[in-house]
Nanobody
Framework: QVNLVESGGDLVQPGGSLRLSCVASGSTFVINAMGWYRQAPGKLRWLVAQISSVGSTNYADSVKGRFTISRDNAKNTVYLQMNSLKPEDTAIYFC????????WGQGTQVTVSS
């Protein structure tokens, strides 16, 4: 069993930056991939970025060049650095990990608005 807790969501102006953090606890020794999904009101949840246990990354086309995912295995933490934020990035951001099963955090709200 793995528990994920996100933080860092906020209201930010277009063009601004935020860094999301997600700390894992529990059976962290079996965690493989970690990532971030997002879900806007009335829309499906979809993958934003993913990072493997050895650091390989994968990004949605809409965030390439603006977002950077990283992880600190010693701290059981995954980060999402978000730069050049746009209003369309507004969503609830969910942390995810695969540890013999899929686990999700409770989500953190990111709002990009002037």
């Amino acid at each position: 069993q793995v528990n994920l807790v996100e933080s860092g969501g906020d209201l930010v102006q277009p063009g601004g930056s935020l860094r999301l953090s997600c700390v894992a606890s529990g059976s962290t020794f079996v965690i493989n991939a970690m990532g971030w999904y997002r879900q806007a009101p009335g829309k499906l949840r979809w993958l934003v970025a993913q990072i493997s246990s050895v650091g390989s990354t994968n990004y949605a086309d809409s965030v390439k060049g603006r977002f950077t995912i990283s992880r600190d295995n010693a701290k059981n933490t995954v980060y999402l650095q978000m730069n050049s934020l746009k209003p369309e990035d507004t969503a609830i951001y969910f942390c995810y990990c695969n540890a013999n099963a899929d686990y999700w955090g409770q989500g953190t709200q990111v709002t990009v608005s002037s």
